[in-house]
Every structure is written in C-alpha cells, then in structure tokens.
C-alpha cells in the first residue's frame, strides 16, 4: 500500500514538473544561476579566444562553455556520426563547425552498434553480462544499453581532419568505451592540445573496452599528466564508481606557456563546478524531461 502511494506520488510530481510552463522556467532559472557563476569564476579572463572540440555527447555542449561562446571567448568544433544526435546537434546552434563522422585509430569503415538509449551507443558491443554485475536495479530494468539495430558508418582519425580544421585547444570525448581508439588516431594533433577531457571507466561494459589504467599509461607516454576528475552515472550505476571525467594537461606546452594552459585548467574546473553541482543538474533535468522520476526519488 505503501508503495504503491509513493509511487502515484511520484508519478503526479513528475507530471508537474513536465509542464511545459515549469520546463521554461526551469531553463530561465538554469541560464541565470549559469550567468551569474560564470560571471563570477574567474576563468577565461585572459588570453586569446580558444577552441573546444566535443567528440560524441549526443551534440549538446554544456552551459558553461555556451555561455563563453555567448561572449566570443569560445569557439566549438561538435563530432557526431549517429543521426538522431546530429540532428540535435545541429538543432542546437551550440558549435561553429560540425563532424559528420566517428573519430578511431584508422580510416574506413565500422558497425555504429544503435542502442535503446542513443546515449550508449558505440563502435564497441554492449556487454550485457558485464553491465548486468554493476547496473542500478532500475537501469538494469529499463535496458538502455539494448543494441536495437547496428549501421555501418565511415570512420576517420583526428589526424587526417586536422589539417581541416582549426587548432584544438581542448580536447572532450565521450565516444562509450572507443575513447583510446580515437587518441590513437590522433598521436600529431595531440602534440599541440593543452587539454584532455574524457569520459572515463573502471570496469568495461563494452566488449573489448579499454579502461582508464589503459587510457592514464597511454597518455603519460604522449606528455600528458591528470589534474581532475569528477565522478558520474550515479544514476546508472548506484554507490559503485564505474565512471569520471577525467581531465589531463600537456606538459611540455605547460612549460612553455603556462599562462594558457592553468587559463584553460580553470576552464575544465568551471565546467566540473557546475557538473557537480546538483541544484543544477535537477534544473537540466527537469528541463530536459529525462530520468525525472529517478531524479525526483533521489
């Protein structure tokens, strides 16, 4: 009886938060609270305008780095192969250019595998028995990692794009379990990022995954060294920590230009900030209309 009081509880709280009146305000409120903590950091204040390139995250850039591109100290390169988030990304408005392609280790062609949830998606295989041992009971039952078809995709490197493009600054991928394939395709660019952020795990949930001791060894060998890491997929995945962002810093353009290097660490600890923060989160959620009923219970 108890349980299923809450449950009508949280159903009409849901409901409500999904009128669309609400979801206005939600962003109104989300968009002041974003300008006034970035008012107030002192990131980005000095130096020349940067560039940021988001590989994969579904085509949404995050509110801190819309905010400085507001005010032209940003400029923003989005990668994205899968239809639905290319679409969203190009809705969005949010980047000055836009990859239509998979970034690995070599040129061709791959299996994009699609899943129930296009947040999962990969050019690796969802392994179901792995996933089943660290989901969350709820994630477990809704199955968003359920590949429900797979395309073949064109896949390229970073290296052979950035002779198109203009010189990355800072580097973000989130690409579900590829992240080394897609630095090692990229051993040139990497010589002159300043910056590495990446979605990071500790146990494998795809097949053939490499995890953040393969990724931190790989990036020591390319000069780079950790300074941050913030913890993620409460949701998904309970009290156990499977996955961070995790940020590196160059070391050799550290020495020679320190200035642009600890301008741009305090950028990737802006973004964390505001990551972290969990007012925050549950005004993009309630924005969004996504995981509400999970977030609501939290």
Not at 15 to 21: K, Q, T
Request: aromatic fraction near 8%; charged fraction near 20%; include cysteine.
């Amino acid at each position: 009886m108890y349980y299923t009081s809450m449950k009508n509880v949280r159903k009409f709280i849901v409901s409500v938060l999904r009128l669309p009146i609400l979801r206005q305000i939600a962003s109104l409120i989300l968009g002041g609270i974003v300008l006034l903590m970035t008012a107030a950091n002192k990131s980005c204040k000095t130096g020349n305008q940067f560039i940021v390139m988001q590989v994969g995250g579904r085509g949404g850039a995050d509110p801190y780095t819309k905010w400085l591109r507001l005010q032209r100290k940003v400029k923003t390169i989005g990668v994205e192969p899968e239809s639905t988030g290319l679409q969203k990304m190009r809705a969005t408005k949010a980047f000055d250019w836009i990859v239509p392609h998979a970034l690995a280790d070599k040129e061709g062609t791959a299996p994009l595998y699609i899943t129930k949830a296009r947040g999962w998606c990969s050019l690796l295989k969802p392994d179901a028995a792995a996933i089943q041992r660290i989901v969350s009971p709820l994630c477990w039952k809704t199955r968003p990692f359920e590949v429900v078809h797979t395309e073949m995709i064109h896949v390229t490197t970073l290296d052979a794009l950035q002779p198109k493009l203009p010189t990355i600054d800072f580097l973000q991928i989130d690409v579900q379990g590829a992240e080394l394939a897609v630095l090692e395709g990229a051993q040139e660019t990497l010589k002159n990022i300043a910056i590495l952020e990446l979605e990071v795990r500790f146990y494998a949930i795809y097949e053939n995954e490499k995890t953040f001791k393969d990724i931190n060894e790989y990036l020591k060998d390319q000069g780079f060294l950790l300074f941050q890491m913030t913890r993620q997929g409460a949701l998904e995945f309970g009290s156990t920590f499977v996955e961070a962002n995790a940020c590196w810093y160059n070391v050799r353009i550290a020495q020679e230009d320190p200035e642009r290097v600890a301008n741009l660490q305090r950028y990737a600890k802006a973004k964390h900030d505001l990551y972290a923060n969990s007012a925050l989160r549950l005004l993009c959620d309630i924005r969004s209309t996504q995981h509400l009923s999970s977030t609501v219970l939290a």
